[in-house]
């Protein structure tokens, strides 16, 4: 009879439960969801845990609750991977006090350290010579890129190991460094190096052995009229577009105020070149006269010369095919010839805050340069990326270069390719890459069937102590200043 009513008792008591309560997650200490999310098409669990949490970093808890209400309640989705969540998932989202203790706690349900063989990944990346600083920065991308991976389950739950080699801004030794990686190292993938001038030759090396290559700094026209398929720039906009929103600036600006003549000075760098193309063929088009037009050697360091025959012409714009160096050194020469032009454009340069910043000092003032990241982006995984970098490498955020989102976002286009086909096989990997649209760090990426991207670039300008971006008005932190400070 005791017994009887001890389970009489017992039955009583769960049916007194929430349903909530009744599905808390086993092994959890009894923690409930304290609210039920339908996944949406542009959410993400860093995204989540940032509403819910203030904390982008406490998405692992979301995961921990939803996968073990899914052992009793198949309603609630099974996250195999934190970073894949579709659209219409149910997920648990506990309590701020359980979620704390949940990540307090030991290794979570869902969130398995990698097993098996690796997934080797190579690059060349230019870590000394003239590219350095962005290849550097590329390579720092790259790193965290494969650090948050590899806390989140890996790829499809393989752990991914890179391998990356300097190759001296060379374009024969980036050439021999693919070669090696592909037949000697036998990594399973490649990733791209900086800049046009290295993506041309590699991404040849690439195509003849049959391997996706995904990259995050070349997007000049010639690395898109070879006839490729292989390669997808990892970038809002194809190169030649990245000084678009600065021309759309300067036709807005009202008759009585907009520049009358122009100069371009511009590195031979297939890159920059491309772009100059871009700005000469609009703004002539537009009615601004060219007044000065010049190439020099990627190797310049002396711009006296330029500076002094620009300063006699004083055009009202000048507009600079820079990658970092130069863009300082052409600053400097224009200071020292006494030009003050009333609007001034960079390429790569102006985007790198830290060197740039050291470099010209007070002269940064209403500057202007496309980009295609800023620290403060809400897209998929910028808060996280950020944290992490911050936590590899210190320093502020608004000191992180463009450089390592590009090759963060490389990192996050492969992943989610993988993830969509369940493979890492390159020629399947290629086909995938032309079909789908990806979550990133620089904003939603698709790409054509030359690996061109369908997007385009923000607008930057230098207002006090760091850039702010003035466009497009959707994204911009501030307006624009016309015409500059003199510097």
């Known amino acids: 009879?005791?017994?009887?009513?001890?389970?009489?008792?017992?039955?009583?008591?769960?049916?007194?439960?929430?349903?909530?309560?009744?599905?808390?997650?086993?092994?959890?200490?009894?923690?409930?969801?304290?609210?039920?999310v339908v996944v949406q098409a542009d959410d993400w669990l860093s995204k989540l845990a940032d509403k819910f949490y203030g904390d982008v970093l406490a998405y692992p808890a979301i995961v921990e609750a939803t996968n073990q209400l899914n052992a009793t309640d198949a309603s609630y989705a099974k996250i195999n991977n934190p970073d894949i969540i579709e659209p219409g998932w149910k997920l648990c989202v506990p309590s701020s006090a359980d979620a704390q203790a949940m990540l307090a706690g030991p290794s979570m349900a869902g969130m398995?350290?990698?097993?098996?063989?690796?997934?080797?990944?190579?690059?060349?990346?230019?870590?000394?010579?003239?590219?350095?600083?962005?290849?550097?920065?590329?390579?720092?991308?790259?790193?965290?890129?494969?650090?948050?991976?590899?806390?989140?389950?890996?790829?499809?739950?393989?752990?991914?190991?890179?391998?990356?080699?300097?190759?001296?801004?060379?374009?024969?030794?980036?050439?021999?460094?693919?070669?090696?990686?592909?037949?000697?190292?036998k990594v399973d993938l490649v990733v791209g190096p900086f800049s046009s001038f290295l993506v041309i030759p590699t991404s040849e090396v690439a195509a003849r052995y049959g391997y996706a290559f995904v990259e995050p700094a070349g997007g000049a026209?010639?690395?898109?009229?070879?006839?490729?398929?292989?390669?997808?720039?990892?970038?809002?906009?194809?190169?030649?577009?990245?000084?678009?929103?600065?021309?759309?600036?300067?036709?807005?600006?009202?008759?009585?105020?907009?520049?009358?003549?122009?100069?371009?000075?511009?590195?031979?760098?297939?890159?920059?070149?491309?772009?100059?193309?871009?700005?000469?063929?609009?703004?002539?088009?537009?009615?601004?006269?060219?007044?000065?037009?010049?190439?020099?050697?990627?190797?310049?360091?002396?711009?006296?010369?330029?500076?002094?025959?620009?300063?006699?012409l004083n055009p009202d714009l000048i507009?600079?095919?820079?990658?970092?160096?130069?863009?300082?050194?052409?600053?400097?020469?224009?200071?020292?010839?006494?030009?003050?032009?009333?609007?001034?454009?960079?390429?790569?340069?102006?985007?790198?805050?830290?060197?740039?910043?050291?470099?010209?000092?007070?002269?940064?003032?209403?500057i202007f340069a496309s980009i295609s990241w800023f620290p403060e982006s809400k897209d998929y995984q910028n808060q996280q990326m950020v944290a992490k970098y911050l936590e590899m490498f210190g320093g502020n955020a608004g000191d992180i270069p463009e450089d390592v989102a590009n090759a963060f976002t490389v990192g996050q286009v492969l992943q989610q390719a993988a993830e969509n086909i369940q493979s890492i096989d390159n020629a399947a990997l290629i086909a995938e890459l032309h079909k789908s649209t990806y979550k990133t760090v620089v904003g939603p990426l698709s790409f054509n069937d030359v690996g061109q991207p369908q997007g385009s670039f923000m607008l930057l300008q230098w207002q006090g102590d760091s850039f702010v971006i003035v466009g497009p008005p959707v994204r911009a932190q501030a307006d624009a200043v016309w015409p500059k400070p003199a510097w």
């Open 319 to 366: 507009v600079g095919g820079t990658v970092l160096e130069d863009s300082i050194g052409q600053i400097r020469a224009y200071q020292e010839a006494g030009y003050q032009p009333r609007g001034a454009f960079f390429t790569t340069g102006p985007s790198l805050p830290g060197p740039f910043k050291e470099g010209v000092g007070s002269a940064t003032e209403g």
């Open 112 to 185: 398995a350290a990698p097993t098996g063989a690796p997934i080797k990944i190579g690059a060349s990346l230019p870590l000394s010579g003239r590219f350095s600083e962005p290849g550097t920065a590329a390579k720092e991308g790259y790193e965290v890129w494969a650090a948050i991976v590899n806390e989140s389950g890996g790829v499809l739950g393989r752990p991914v190991e890179l391998t990356i080699v300097d190759n001296a801004s060379d374009q024969d030794t980036a050439v021999a460094d693919y070669e090696k990686l592909i037949t000697v190292d």
């Open 1 to 36: 009879m005791k017994k009887l009513l001890y389970v009489f008792g017992v039955l009583v008591f769960a049916l007194s439960l929430t349903p909530q309560t009744m599905f808390a997650a086993p092994g959890a200490q009894g923690v409930a969801c304290e609210q039920d």
């Open 221 to 312: 026209p010639d690395v898109f009229n070879r006839g490729l398929t292989n390669i997808f720039f990892a970038q809002p906009a194809a190169g030649s577009a990245q000084a678009d929103p600065f021309v759309d600036y300067v036709l807005s600006l009202p008759d009585d105020v907009r520049p009358k003549s122009f100069a371009i000075v511009s590195q031979d760098d297939p890159f920059t070149l491309g772009v100059m193309g871009g700005v000469r063929d609009r703004l002539t088009a537009a009615g601004l006269s060219l007044v000065f037009d010049e190439v020099y050697a990627p190797e310049t360091t002396d711009f006296s010369a330029i500076a002094i025959q620009v300063a006699d």
